[in-house]
Structure formats: C-alpha cells, structure tokens
C-alpha cells in the first residue's frame, strides 16, 4: 500500500527488482526469493525482535570493556538511540518470466507462457515520443533512468500517463524505452486481445484539445513533458529493430528488419539474440532447449545447438540402468576479453580524513598519537581510536614503516605482478603494494592544497586510476551462461553514480537511528569514520568497461554434429572381455570424445593402429523375459544381467543374476531360476507400512536374498533395523518381524539402557539421541550410546560428515584431525539437539577412496590432503609440515591422477603404524597409504611377526635373453622366488620357478619394483633358455644350472594395479602344488611356461637426446623407448633443430640412420 492515513502514519518503504538473468540461474534465483514470499510473517516476527538482541548484544559488549578485559575498545554503546521498533515486511512478491513464448515441451518451466494457438499474433506496439517542456530531464546517470522508468511504468490508475494507462482494467502497458537528450521513448503495448487501441486519440495528437502530458517528480525539481511524436512499430509485421537508437533517430517503417536465424524480437522491439539455453529459427520466437540441455552461447540458430547436460531419462529407460554413467561435460571452452578502469577521487577522501584528524587532536594529544616505530602497540595503554586517530594523523610514518619511503611503483607494476610475481614476492608483498600504492596518494596530498575539491591541483595528483586489462580467458558452458550476459549488461557502469550506494545508505542509518554514530559507539570520531566510509562510493566510478565473448563452434561440436565431450583417460578393462584366444593381444583403449566419451579399444600390428572388435558381448543374447522373471537391467561388463522375478516368486538359491560364458564363442547363458514365493512375510507393520522391497534394487548382489523394507510413522521408531529378509536357501527362514515403538514408550528410556549417564549398554537417550542400524548404502557396527560406528556396504566410500569436515577447511591440520575423529562416527551434540552422522557415498560422488582411520592391528598419522602439495601462493592456508621425501612422494600420487583431482577436504594419502608386537607388509611407498585416481587405495598391513611375509625376487638368464645393457646391468630375465614367512632364514630356502599362466603385466611390475624399476611386463622365455622340463633340469653348462631351481613354486600370479608389491590385496597367486591337486594336469607348466620379465622405468613413450661433436660435425642421436623398447623414429618425421645462444642455426643437416644399433638416429652433419 502506499500513501499517508489514520492507520498507517508512515509511508511504508517499497521496492521493485527486475532482474535478467540465465534461464535455469533465474529459475533457481526465483525460487530462493519465493521461498521469503511463503515466510514473510516469519521474516516480520524476527525483525520486530531487533531491537531486543540489538540492546542484549549492546550492553554485553559495554560490560566486556568495563569488567571483561577489552578496555581497548574503548566504546561505550547507547542502545536508546537505536530505532528498530515497527519494522515489518507488509508484503513481498516474487514473479518469474521465461524468456521464450510457448514451451516445446511440457515439463520445461523454463517458459512463463503454455502453447497458444494464436502464438503467431503479435499485440499491437507503438511508439510514444515525449519532449521536456519545463525543467531539466537526466539521462546520463543510471539513478536518473532508473527513477524516470519507476514513474513511467507505475501501475498506479491515478497516476497514469496517458487514458489507457489509467483506464478501468487497464487495456494498455507502458515500458521505458530510452532517454536521450530532451526526449523520452515510450513502448506503448495493448494488453486486451480484440479491443484496439486508438493510438492518436490517447495521445491527443491531433486533437485540438490538446496533447497527452505528465509531471516526473525528481527530488525538489519538476519536469513537464508534452507527446510530440507516434511511431507504430515492427512487432506486427513480424519484425524488429536494430537497436534502440534506430527509434531515436527518424524512425520510419523502412527501418524494420526481419532478425533472422538465432534472434527473437523482445519486448522493446528489437532484434536480440536467443539467450542462452535456447534457440530460434525464425527471427521472431525463442525455443527452450529443456530443462537437460545448454546452449554453448547466445544466438544458436536452430535446435541442433542444444547440449545435452543430463542423461538420467535415458540411464532410466536403458538395460543398463547405470547411474554412474552421467554424461560428461562439455569440452568446449568461450573465450573472453575484460578491461576495466575504476577511478578514484581521492580529494573526498582526504578531505574527510582531514576533518578526522582535527577530531582526534581535540581529544588526544600530539603525544598521545606518536606512532610507534616498532608498531607494536600495547593495548593496555592504546585504544582502537587512539592507533586510527595515530594512523591518520601520521600517514607519512605509516606510509615509511609499511612501504619505504622510497616505495613507487606505478599501478601497472602492481596490476602486473598479480600474474607475473617475482620469485621472491610473496602474497603478503603483492598485498602491501596494493596498500601501499593507496597510501603514497594520501601521502601526498596530505600537504597539498586540496581546497575546492582539489581545483587547483593536477588531476593526475589527486584522481588514481587503476586499469585491468585481463588476458583472454577461457570459460566453459556452464560459467558461461552466468557470465557472458552478466558482464555484457555491466558496460551501463560507466554511467553509474555510486554515490547513490552512500546516499541509500545513510538514509537506511537515519532510519534506523544510526545516523549518530558518536552517539550509537560512544567515540567521539565515530561520526568522522563514517563519513570516510560513505566517501569512499561518492569518489568511486567505473570510467572503463569493456567486456568482449567469443564464441568457436569447433571448440564444442564435432565434425557430425555431435558435441564434444570432456573425457578422462580412465578405461574400464572389465566391459570389454575377451576370449581366450585374444587374451594376448596388447589391447589398447580411449574414450572418444565425439561418442560421450564411450570405449574404444584397439591395439597396434605392425605399426598400425587396428580396432578390436571383438570385445565379448550377450546384450542382444539375454532373453527380455525368462520363465517366472523378466530382464531388469544388464551390466556393463555385457556379460551379466540381473533379473527380477514375477510376483509371488521369488529367486532360488537367492540368485538373480544371469551369466554368459562366452569363452566358446557360442554365448551359453546360465539364467537364474524363480520359484514359489513361501516366506512368510508380516503382512503389516504395527504402526508403520512396508515402502520397498529387493524387486527395486539395481544392484543386488547374487548372494542377497529376498527382503522389504519398512518404515515407522511418525514419533515411532525401529529397535531392530528396517529390513526383513528371507532366506530362501534356509527354508524359506524370515529372519525378523517389523516392529515399532512409540518413543514415550517406557521400555525406550528405560533405565537399563544407556542414556548417556550411567554404564549401561543401549542404542538410545531419553532426549531422542538415536543410532539406526542402518543408514543410506551401509550400517551400524558398534554403539556406544553416546555415538556409534558404521561402515559402508561395498562399492560405497565411508565420508566423515561434511558440515563438520567443512568447519576445518582452513587447515590441513585440523582437517586431519577431524577426519580421524569422525571418520565413521555418528554422535549427537552435546546439548543432544542435533545428530552428525557419516556417509556412505557413490565413489564417483564421494571423489576420495574413504582411507580409513585404523587397520587391523595399526592406525594412521597423519593424513595428507591435496593442498599440502598444490601451494598457492595467494592464499593463507595452513598446510601440514612434511619432510622433502615424503612431499616428493606425496607430488607422484598427485601427478598420477592427471586432471580427476580428489576432494581437497578429503586425504588421499595417509602414513600407518603398527601396534606394538605388530611388523608392516609395506606398500612400494613404504608406510605410506594412498587413494588411486578410480576410487580404490592401496594400504600397508599390520601382522604378528611370525605372520609377517615377503616374498623374494631374482632375474636369471638375462645373458640368454639379452636382457642386459652394455654396462652389464641387469634389466629382465627369468623370474625366481622365495616366499619367506615369519623369521624363516631366506638361505635354507629354495628358489622356484613362477608359472605365466594367468600372469599379468601388473604382476611384473610388482616383481620388477623389488629390483629397483617403476614397471614391468610379461615376456615369452627365449628359445635358448627352454632346455628345461617342467620339473627338473637337462645336462646344461653349470654357468646356467647354478642359478636355477628344480621346480615351480607358483601360478596364477595376477595383480590388479600397476603400482603394487607381490604382498599387496590387489595382488593374488596359487601355489604350484595347489593348482595341481584342484585342476590337474590342466594345471600343468612347461619350459615355455616359465615366468619372465622386462623392466623399465618410463611406461609412456619418449626420447632422449644425446649431442657429440668433433672437427668437422655435430651428432644429435636419439634415441625412442617406450616401455624399455626401442621405437624406430624414422617413421615419425621427426625434425632436429640446432640452436647456438638461442637461435637457430642454418639448415644444413644431413640426416641418416644409425646402423650399428638397433636404435633409430637422426644423425646431422653440419
């Protein structure tokens, strides 16, 4: 409401926002605001308790200066002056409006209007031209506009501008245009469909009872307007303008235009391009992309433009119903273009700095405002006014202490080393010259005559203009979307008053009463602070904004159209299976990024890139329904599917999944089998419902059986968990009945249990502080009755609470501290209000592998986090201490994970220790634990001593192999080993062979890092070294004999990662002996079995250089490895440039093969 009355004696205060913003950043803008629009009686009820906390706090900080030790603050607060009584949120309204006309699809909230079938009819729009007939009209500043707009778009009847306006129902709607010189555009808009506006009339333009004029009301002054002009404009012919200043200029029908390809006409009338998120092929209209889609700019001309950004309808409606399979991210990037001048006039400034340090000499002593030279202040003898008033009546000692007074750098010296710091410039350094090159211009007009507002100085003396010119930057869709119509819109800073930002704030001060600060703090400079800091905006403007986007289709689509796709490099082995015959092929694989980052695997024949497809496949094989069951989804390795069984049946032996064994090329299909449903299932639960049941589980394990899950209503609650299962191996056995109980039940604060206060053992306190046995993806394992303990159902990573983790985000040290506190911890605040529990999170969601805090017989201190490696000069963040070989071990976990960094407030390393009795199995990092870039980790063991094994390694029968290097030095061979347990004596042991079957490349470079390499590979044994039988030796040259055993020792020897010992859980092995008696002859090893290696320490390929000369020519050789094999380089064009202080010198190489290696050269001859 608005105006003055009996019952409402003060103008309420009143508001309107129209904000533009990106399509789903305004939707999720809207509902945040709507959200205070439901509460705004909650919002009153706490804003008339102002002044109550506003007087509590008051008078609670008088008391701490009196009596609590805070003397230097020196205040004395006066709560009374305070007005905060009567302030009221009367009514707040919140509208949205989607930017395009009618909506493609149903669910896209995204457009305000539904499809009409006169979508193609335009309202009529024209025109109004209003010329300034008595005072003086602003246009220049933002303010002046913004109140022009205000008075021109009032709703008000009474008020309005011209008849239709005011006109009972309002049959027209008025939109500011433009303001330019003495005149004022007005879009003129029929809102009633079939009731034609008569334009001339309601101008009175050529009628002689005169012409349409209104009053605008700025301030004290008045300004008459009087119509002078009508345009019709475009919109009815389907056509825009080019901008608004074709309406300020002579305007005409000539000037319409059609908009084409990828604009709309706007409200206004003129061409706009379609914002993003949205596309248009007709030059009028605007189409959603939906709500799972994104533009990668503005302007995109037809529907094929739209980026898909969700895929959960299509994981929904697949036969894999992977919900880890979201589609990856745009690859594209936009770049961008900002520069910026913000200009300070410093003249206010030091003015009201002046006025301060009169102030202060009425109150302290020249004495008492020497600045320190130490600038350590004791506060028992300085208050915070004194050290301001000391600062400002002494800036050159300031200035000297904290800069030098030799200190002048221009501001493009301090712009510029934000971007290009010095080595020895720290972030405290880039701070202070930002500071200091503030102060030297307060320095020096301290003695200059700034009388006049500084009218007889040199404007470069007094006025400090600090220009931005930012490199060309690199945004993706999304930051995007958010940025590009933000700061195209912000170049209308040039003309902002930032002044009015003081003068609105002051007024809300007086409002409030805190218009005196002398008065509200109780110093006697209070007032002279605040008048700095409102003099501050008035000085500001922006007399530089310059922001330029652009926008490469290659950078986003690919050649067929489809969108590019932001892959990582991380393949899946186990989705492509191969049989037995292809199990040696080198298979290679990449994530295409013009197929959403899909598999592709290949590998290499004779140098050429060869596309393996034959990757083992039942997708089309797996019958859609099976007797009693039906296919509920296949998983991704394509070789199993899971099936749900009918109702009233259930799966036998409580398996429901389908295998194919596709190792004989025929695709044979062992399918579960359903049979009778006979578990007794409760029928109801006793105040509670059943809601789900293992029918709706996609990723139920073959060993789950059946169950339903129930929940209790509310103020009840389950003493036994919320699962029922039935075990259909064990007779159809129900293992539990739901049951729930009232909380006020007595048996729940029973005595016995524990409470929290006595030693009884419970899951509950009498206040509701309760422990569920299970939570989301995993459950309880122990309950202490003040907290509990959980653990995550595989493959879920167990996640400390986040709000608790977040409150340690400044340090690494607390971080880990925390993590190790509440690492699996659920407990209640003390006050037992609130519970904390842990989660149990999707490893892709989770972004860490969930370290844990204890292992078996150990624990770990401390845990690393990723900003303890990634330093960042520019922050204050404070980092754990590491010594240099732990943080160069620390930089090799980091470097592996490429670009899928973990959570920065989770570890992804930790260092373990044993219990005392207890000995470590190592990792090939020592004691050191770590999370791999997939999610699993890699952590020591803590065993009894005579548990405690190591297996040994040796490399024999390299000569033979030709697996040593003309040094002599050992780098492959046939692999012997000894598995020493407990305080064996490793030389009363045997060395044995190891089998190859099952042996992986994984496996070898386990072996190859206990002979000092990073990596390895399986190799066939040489002819010359399979002169031995299975068990036992032929008549060899005791050169050989001496280093071989007689028999073999292992088999089946396979590690999952490259980055293990032979030790490692994620390595495994079956002793010779064993797979004999379990397979037989199958089983059986020969001479060509035995197991080999090569090592290396570079896994990716590469080339090292090396330059000789002599007399009449210079020799670069290079050399190509990869792997430990040499890659002959003459096919790779490679070119050789030679350099002398720089510079390249002619060319005159002479390029040729070496030939007395097998190494490929490049040898010039100058």
Same mark, same amino acid.
């Given at each position: 409401?608005?105006?003055?009355?009996?019952?409402?004696?003060?103008?309420?205060? &009143?508001?309107?926002?129209?904000?533009?913003?990106?399509?789903?950043?305004?939707?999720?803008?809207?509902?945040?605001?709507?959200?205070?629009?439901?509460?705004?009686?909650? $919002?009153?009820?706490?804003?008339?308790?102002?002044?109550?906390?506003?007087?509590?706090?008051?008078?609670?900080?008088?008391?701490?200066?009196?009596?609590?030790?805070?003397?230097?603050?020196?205040?004395?607060?006066?709560?009374?002056?305070?007005?905060?009584?009567?302030?009221?949120?009367?009514?707040?309204?919140?509208?949205?409006?989607?930017?395009?006309?009618?909506?493609?699809?149903?669910?896209?909230?995204?457009?305000?209007?539904?499809?009409?079938?006169?979508?193609?009819?335009?309202?009529?729009?024209?025109?109004?031209?209003?010329?300034?007939?008595?005072?003086?009209?602003?246009?220049?500043?933002?303010?002046?506009?913004?109140?022009?707009?205000?008075?021109?778009?009032?709703?008000?009847?009474?008020?309005?501008?011209?008849?239709?306006?005011?006109?009972?129902?309002?049959?027209?709607?008025?939109?500011?245009?433009?303001?330019?010189?003495?005149?004022?555009?007005?879009?003129?808009?029929?809102?009633?469909?079939?009731?034609?506006?008569?334009?001339?009339?309601?101008?009175?333009?050529?009628?002689?009872?005169?012409?349409?004029?209104?009053?605008?009301?700025?301030?004290?002054?008045?300004?008459?307007?009087?119509?002078?002009?009508?345009?019709?404009?475009?919109?009815?012919?389907?056509?825009?303008?080019?901008?608004?200043?074709?309406?300020?200029?002579?305007?005409?029908?000539?000037?319409?235009?059609? +908009?084409?390809?990828?604009?709309?006409?706007?409200?206004?009338?003129?061409?706009?391009?379609?914002?993003?998120?949205?596309?248009?092929?007709?030059?009028?209209?605007?189409?959603?992309?939906?709500?799972?889609?994104?533009?990668?700019?503005?302007?995109?001309?037809?529907?094929?433009?739209?980026?898909?950004?969700? *895929?959960?309808?299509?994981?929904?409606?697949?036969?894999?119903?992977?919900?880890?399979?979201?589609?990856?991210?745009?690859?594209?990037?936009?770049?961008?273009?900002?520069?910026?001048?913000?200009?300070?006039?410093?003249?206010?400034?030091?003015?009201?700095?002046?006025?301060?340090?009169?102030?202060?000499?009425?109150?302290?002593?020249?004495?008492?405002?020497?600045?320190?030279?130490?600038?350590?202040?004791?506060?028992?003898?300085?208050?915070?006014?004194?050290?301001?008033?000391?600062?400002?009546?002494?800036?050159?000692?300031?200035?000297?202490?904290?800069?030098?007074?030799?200190?002048?750098?221009?501001?493009?010296?301090?712009?510029?080393?934000?971007?290009?710091?010095?080595?020895?410039?720290?972030?405290?350094?880039?701070?202070?010259?930002? $500071?200091?090159?503030?102060?030297?211009?307060?320095?020096?007009?301290?003695?200059?005559?700034?009388?006049?507002?500084?009218?007889?100085?040199?404007?470069?003396?007094?006025?400090?203009?600090?220009?931005?010119?930012?490199?060309?930057?690199?945004?993706?869709?999304?930051?995007?979307?958010?940025?590009?119509?933000?700061?195209?819109?912000?170049?209308?800073?040039?003309?902002?008053?930032?002044?009015?930002?003081?003068?609105?704030?002051?007024?809300?001060?007086?409002?409030?009463?805190?218009?005196?600060?002398?008065?509200?703090?109780?110093?006697?400079?209070?007032?002279?602070?605040?008048?700095?800091?409102?003099?501050?905006?008035?000085?500001?403007?922006?007399?530089?904004?310059?922001?330029?986007?652009?926008?490469?289709?290659?950078?986003?689509?690919?050649?067929?159209?489809?969108?590019?796709?932001? +892959?990582?490099?991380?393949?899946?082995?186990?989705?492509?299976?191969?049989?037995?015959?292809?199990?040696?092929?080198?298979?290679?694989?990449?994530?295409?990024?013009?197929?959403?980052?899909?598999?592709?695997?290949?590998?290499?024949?004779?140098?050429?890139? $060869?596309?393996?497809?034959?990757?083992?496949?039942?997708?089309?094989?797996?019958?859609?329904?099976?007797?009693?069951?039906?296919?509920?989804?296949?998983?991704? *390795?394509?070789?199993?599917?899971?099936?749900?069984?009918?109702?009233?049946?259930?799966?036998?032996?409580?398996?429901?999944?389908?295998?194919?064994?596709?190792?004989?090329?025929?695709?044979?299909?062992?399918?579960?089998?359903?049979?009778?449903?006979?578990?007794?299932?409760?029928?109801?639960?006793?105040?509670?419902?059943?809601?789900?049941?293992?029918?709706?589980?996609?990723?139920?394990?073959?060993?789950?059986?059946?169950?339903?899950?129930?929940?209790?209503?509310?103020?009840?609650?389950?003493?036994?968990?919320?699962?029922?299962?039935?075990?259909?191996?064990?007779?159809?056995?129900?293992?539990?009945?739901?049951?729930?109980?009232?909380?006020?039940?007595?048996?729940?604060?029973?005595?016995?249990?524990?409470?929290?206060?006595?030693?009884?053992?419970?899951?509950?306190? /009498?206040?509701?502080?309760?422990?569920?046995?299970?939570?989301?993806?995993?459950?309880?394992?122990?309950?202490?009755?003040?907290?509990?303990?959980?653990?995550?159902?595989?493959?879920? $990573?167990?996640?400390?609470?986040?709000?608790?983790?977040?409150?340690?985000?400044?340090?690494?040290?607390?971080?880990?501290?925390?993590?190790?506190?509440?690492?699996?911890?659920?407990?209640?605040?003390?006050?037992?209000?609130?519970?904390?529990?842990?989660?149990?999170?999707?490893?892709?969601?989770?972004?860490?592998?969930?370290?844990?805090?204890?292992?078996?017989?150990?624990?770990?201190?401390?845990?690393?986090?990723?900003?303890?490696?990634?330093?960042?000069?520019?922050?204050?963040?404070?980092?754990?201490?590491?010594?240099?070989?732990?943080?160069?071990?620390?930089?090799?976990?980091?470097?592996?994970?490429?670009?899928?960094?973990?959570?920065?407030?989770?570890?992804?390393?930790?260092?373990?220790?044993?219990?005392?009795?207890?000995?470590?199995?190592?990792?090939?990092?020592?004691?050191?634990?770590?999370?791999?870039?997939?999610?699993?980790?890699?952590?020591?063991?803590?065993?009894?001593?005579? &548990?405690?094994?190591?297996?040994?390694?040796?490399?024999?029968?390299?000569?033979?192999?030709?697996?040593?290097?003309?040094?002599?030095?050992?780098? /492959?061979?046939?692999?012997?080993?000894?598995?020493?347990?407990?305080?064996?004596?490793?030389?009363?042991?045997?060395?044995?062979?190891?089998?190859?079957?099952?042996?992986?490349?994984?496996?070898?470079?386990?072996?190859?890092?206990?002979?000092?390499?990073?990596?390895?590979?399986?190799?066939?044994?040489?002819?010359?070294?399979?002169?031995?039988?299975?068990?036992?030796?032929?008549?060899?040259?005791?050169?050989?004999?001496?280093?071989?055993?007689?028999?073999?020792?292992?088999? *089946?020897?396979?590690?999952?990662?490259?980055?293990?010992?032979?030790?490692?859980?994620?390595?495994?092995?079956?002793?010779?002996?064993?797979?004999?008696?379990?397979?037989?002859?199958?089983?059986?090893?020969?001479?060509?079995?035995?197991?080999?290696?090569?090592?290396?320490?570079?896994?990716?390929?590469?080339?090292?250089?090396?330059?000789?000369?002599?007399?009449?020519?210079?020799?670069?050789?290079?050399?190509?490895?990869?792997?430990?094999?040499?890659?002959?380089?003459?096919?790779?064009?490679?070119?050789?440039?030679?350099?002398?202080?720089?510079?390249?010198?002619?060319?005159?190489?002479?390029?040729?093969?070496?030939?007395?290696?097998?190494?490929?050269?490049?040898?010039?001859?100058?």
């Amino acid at each position: 409401s608005s105006g003055i009355n009996a019952e409402c004696p003060l103008r309420p205060g &009143e508001m309107t926002l129209e904000v533009t913003l990106p399509a789903k950043f305004a939707w999720y803008f809207y509902s945040a605001v709507n959200f205070v629009d439901v509460h705004t009686q909650v $919002v009153s009820a706490y804003a008339e308790l102002g002044s109550f906390y506003a007087e509590r706090m008051m008078r609670y900080v008088n008391y701490l200066v009196n009596m609590g030790g805070l003397t230097w603050l020196g205040v004395d607060m006066d709560p009374k002056v305070l007005k905060l009584d009567g302030i009221e949120l009367r009514g707040f309204e919140a509208s949205f409006k989607g930017h395009c006309k009618y909506a493609p699809r149903d669910d896209d909230y995204l457009c305000s209007e539904e499809p009409d079938e006169d979508k193609d009819a335009f309202p009529n729009n024209y025109y109004a031209v209003f010329s300034v007939t008595e005072g003086k009209l602003d246009c220049s500043s933002n303010a002046g506009r913004i109140k022009l707009r205000n008075r021109i778009e009032e709703k008000d009847q009474s008020t309005g501008i011209i008849p239709c306006q005011s006109r009972n129902g309002q049959t027209c709607e008025l939109r500011f245009v433009e303001c330019k010189e003495d005149n004022v555009y007005i879009q003129v808009t029929q809102l009633r469909k079939g009731e034609e506006i008569y334009i001339e009339r309601e101008m009175g333009v050529n009628y002689a009872e005169g012409k349409a004029s209104w009053t605008f009301q700025d301030g004290e002054s008045t300004v008459k307007f009087e119509a002078s002009d009508m345009r019709e404009g475009c919109n009815i012919h389907k056509k825009g303008m080019n901008n608004i200043d074709d309406l300020t200029d002579a305007f005409d029908g000539s000037d319409c235009i059609s +908009c084409g390809a990828g604009s709309f006409i706007n409200d206004l009338g003129v061409c706009q391009k379609c914002p993003f998120g949205s596309w248009g092929d007709d030059g009028v209209y605007c189409n959603s992309c939906g709500w799972q889609f994104a533009t990668p700019f503005w302007g995109m001309p037809d529907e094929n433009k739209c980026i898909q950004t969700n *895929n959960w309808e299509e994981v929904r409606d697949s036969i894999y119903q992977d919900w880890e399979s979201k589609l990856p991210r745009s690859a594209g990037n936009n770049f961008f273009e900002l520069a910026l001048t913000p200009t300070m006039n410093m003249c206010g400034p030091v003015h009201a700095k002046k006025d301060l340090d009169e102030k202060c000499l009425t109150k302290f002593t020249e004495e008492e405002l020497i600045w320190p030279e130490d600038m350590n202040f004791n506060l028992e003898e300085w208050t915070i006014e004194q050290i301001i008033c000391s600062g400002s009546k002494q800036v050159s000692s300031v200035f000297g202490q904290l800069c030098r007074p030799d200190w002048d750098k221009t501001w493009e010296e301090v712009f510029s080393a934000l971007f290009e710091p010095d080595e020895t410039d720290g972030i405290q350094q880039l701070v202070m010259d930002g $500071v200091c090159f503030v102060l030297k211009r307060v320095n020096d007009l301290e003695v200059a005559d700034t009388s006049d507002d500084c009218a007889y100085l040199e404007k470069d003396l007094y006025e400090m203009n600090m220009p931005v010119d930012l490199p060309s930057i690199g945004i993706d869709m999304g930051v995007s979307e958010i940025l590009v119509p933000l700061f195209s819109e912000m170049e209308n800073l040039v003309t902002m008053n930032f002044g009015s930002f003081a003068d609105a704030g002051m007024a809300m001060m007086e409002s409030m009463g805190m218009d005196d600060m002398n008065a509200l703090v109780g110093w006697d400079t209070a007032n002279n602070l605040r008048d700095i800091g409102m003099s501050v905006p008035r000085a500001f403007r922006m007399s530089r904004f310059t922001f330029a986007a652009e926008y490469d289709e290659e950078q986003f689509f690919c050649k067929d159209g489809q969108a590019k796709r932001s +892959c990582d490099s991380y393949c899946d082995d186990d989705s492509c299976r191969r049989s037995k015959e292809d199990i040696e092929i080198d298979l290679q694989c990449e994530r295409e990024e013009c197929n959403n980052c899909a598999e592709r695997f290949f590998y290499y024949e004779g140098g050429r890139e $060869v596309e393996f497809e034959r990757c083992a496949s039942c997708v089309d094989d797996f019958d859609k329904e099976i007797d009693n069951a039906v296919l509920k989804k296949v998983f991704r *390795n394509n070789i199993e599917a899971q099936y749900v069984c009918n109702d009233g049946w259930v799966p036998e032996d409580c398996n429901s999944r389908a295998k194919c064994d596709y190792s004989s090329g025929q695709n044979n299909i062992e399918y579960p089998n359903c049979i009778r449903d006979q578990c007794e299932w409760p029928e109801s639960v006793d105040m509670g419902e059943f809601y789900t049941d293992w029918r709706t589980d996609d990723e139920m394990s073959p060993e789950m059986c059946p169950y339903k899950i129930f929940q209790c209503y509310e103020g009840y609650y389950s003493e036994n968990g919320d699962r029922v299962e039935c075990d259909v191996r064990d007779n159809f056995q129900v293992d539990k009945y739901p049951e729930c109980k009232w909380f006020d039940d007595e048996s729940y604060f029973d005595e016995d249990k524990n409470d929290g206060d006595d030693d009884n053992q419970g899951e509950v306190d /009498g206040d509701g502080c309760y422990f569920p046995d299970l939570i989301d993806r995993g459950e309880k394992i122990s309950d202490s009755g003040s907290y509990a303990e959980y653990s995550c159902y595989k493959p879920y $990573v167990m996640t400390p609470n986040r709000m608790l983790m977040m409150g340690s985000s400044s340090s690494s040290g607390q971080l880990s501290n925390t993590y190790s506190t509440y690492y699996n911890i659920a407990f209640c605040s003390d006050d037992r209000s609130q519970m904390y529990f842990p989660e149990c999170m999707e490893p892709e969601e989770a972004r860490h592998c969930g370290l844990p805090k204890y292992i078996w017989n150990g624990k770990a201190v401390p845990f690393m986090f990723l900003r303890d490696v990634l330093k960042e000069e520019t922050d204050d963040y404070e980092r754990q201490y590491f010594d240099d070989a732990t943080m160069a071990t620390m930089k090799e976990v980091v470097d592996g994970y490429d670009s899928q960094l973990p959570d920065e407030m989770m570890p992804f390393m930790a260092q373990y220790f044993c219990d005392e009795g207890y000995k470590m199995m190592k990792t090939m990092r020592g004691d050191m634990g770590w999370c791999r870039k997939d999610g699993s980790m890699e952590i020591p063991r803590c065993v009894r001593s005579y &548990e405690h094994v190591e297996i040994m390694f040796r490399l024999v029968n390299s000569k033979e192999m030709k697996m040593t290097n003309k040094a002599g030095n050992v780098f /492959g061979g046939v692999v012997q080993a000894k598995e020493v347990i407990g305080g064996q004596n490793p030389d009363e042991l045997e060395w044995e062979y190891g089998c190859n079957d099952g042996f992986n490349d994984n496996a070898a470079g386990a072996i190859c890092r206990t002979q000092g390499f990073q990596h390895g590979a399986q190799v066939p044994v040489s002819k010359k070294v399979q002169l031995l039988k299975a068990a036992g030796m032929m008549a060899l040259p005791k050169s050989i004999t001496d280093d071989m055993s007689s028999s073999f020792g292992w088999t *089946n020897f396979a590690c999952d990662h490259d980055d293990t010992l032979a030790t490692s859980e994620s390595c495994k092995a079956s002793r010779y002996g064993d797979a004999i008696a379990d397979k037989g002859v199958k089983a059986m090893c020969f001479s060509f079995d035995r197991m080999a290696v090569k090592c290396f320490n570079a896994d990716d390929f590469g080339i090292e250089v090396d330059v000789s000369f002599s007399k009449k020519k210079i020799i670069c050789n290079a050399q190509g490895s990869k792997q430990g094999s040499a890659i002959d380089l003459g096919p790779l064009n490679l070119q050789v440039k030679f350099l002398v202080d720089d510079e390249m010198v002619a060319d005159t190489s002479v390029y040729k093969k070496e030939k007395s290696t097998d190494d490929s050269a490049l040898i010039p001859l100058l």
